[in-house]
Nanobody, 122 residues
Framework: VQLQASGGGLVRAGGSLRLSCAVS????????MGWFRQAPGKEREFVAA????????HYADSVKGRFTISRDTASNMLYLQMNSLKHEDTAIYYC????????????????WGQGTLVTVSS
């Protein structure tokens, strides 16, 4: 499975961004997809995850109500719509694929994209 994230950038607090992740490779429909982020000096943390087949979704409490994860199975794309952005959302955002299920655990993800930087100015 190959993952290519894009869409990061600089945005003011309160603004919006949409991240995209192009998914390719053999049998990725059997995987579950997630978004994680890593701020400078901090550990990588879970943001949201979605089942590629059922659409079941799980969010971190810190983004619930502000971020929306979605996937387009026809075009093999994963998305993260981020609204009401806060300075503390500043991080490198990664898309990832897991065979284990819709999970918030970093170690359960087998494949990772290269990351895209989101900077929220206060």
């Amino acid at each position: 499975v190959q993952l290519q994230a894009s869409g990061g950038g600089l945005v003011r607090a309160g603004g919006s961004l949409r991240l995209s992740c192009a998914v390719s490779g053999r049998s990725f429909a059997n995987y579950n997809m997630g978004w994680f982020r890593q701020a400078p000096g901090k550990e990588r943390e879970f943001v949201a995850a979605i089942s590629w087949t059922t659409g079941h979704i799980h969010y971190a409490d810190s983004v619930k109500g502000r971020f929306t994860i979605s996937r387009d199975t026809a075009s093999n794309m994963l998305y993260l719509q981020m609204n009401s952005l806060k300075h503390e959302d500043t991080a490198i955002y990664y898309c990832a694929a897991s065979r284990v299920g819709v999970s918030a655990v970093v170690a359960r993800y087998d494949y990772w994209g290269q990351g895209t930087l989101v900077t929220v100015s206060s």
